[in-house]
């Protein structure tokens, strides 16, 4: 018995213009109707989801906005720590941070349960602005001001880590944020930082 040989000109049957099976065409719809939804909860849970902040963005002069951030240190300076001001602002007030290799000035002292609106921007690369131990992340981008609503809920002493890669000092990019009481009292000692309320939201 000969067995037909194929070649270009006569090739073999395909299967691919077959009609897809019934189980096939399920699946496909399936598939489709999940995309839709991912789709569409992007931009609904960015409306609706809580956990991404709709700050105000807006182009800015990285050293117009460090000129702001050292005359706001000037403003609300009440100590230092290695070279580097402490401030307190009033509740309520515009709070300047900005990234540079490789340090977030000034360190910032704010009261537990006030509101203040934090402007944060840096001076020459991307960093990343990681709230320790707190899950709060960002990007940092010189030309950019980005400005957020925060209200502190834990006392303690937070540690701000660049979680973007900015250079051969990167692991030593290390900020603070103090978070005090209605005393008002600053923490003595870094090693005595704690959360004392994880539960807060």
Not at 126 to 136: A, E, R
Request: net charge positive; proline share 7%; glycine share 8%.
């Amino acid at each position: 018995m000969l067995t037909k040989v194929h070649s270009g000109l006569d090739p073999a049957p395909g299967v691919w213009w077959k009609p897809a099976h019934k189980a096939e065409k399920v699946w496909v719809a399936i598939a489709f109707a999940w995309c839709m939804v991912l789709f569409a909860m992007m931009p609904l849970w960015h409306w609706k989801g809580g956990q991404n902040p709709s700050g105000i963005r807006r182009r800015v002069d990285p050293q117009k906005f460090y000129a702001r951030t050292v005359e706001f240190a000037t403003q609300y300076k009440i100590g230092e720590d290695r070279g580097i001001p402490i401030v307190a602002p009033p509740a309520g007030a515009d709070v300047y941070l900005t990234g540079m290799t490789y340090q977030w000035y000034p360190i910032l002292q704010l009261q537990a349960g006030a509101t203040y609106r934090l402007h944060m921007s840096s001076l020459d690369f991307n960093h990343g602005f990681s709230l320790y131990p707190l899950n709060v992340n960002f990007q940092v981008v010189p030309g950019y001001d980005y400005a957020l609503q925060v209200t502190p809920t834990a006392t303690g002493d937070f540690r701000i880590i660049c979680n973007e890669f900015c250079g051969i000092g990167h692991h030593t990019m290390v900020g603070r944020v103090i978070v005090v009481d209605g005393a008002g009292k600053p923490l003595a000692d870094n090693a005595n930082a704690v959360i004392r309320d994880r539960e807060a939201k």
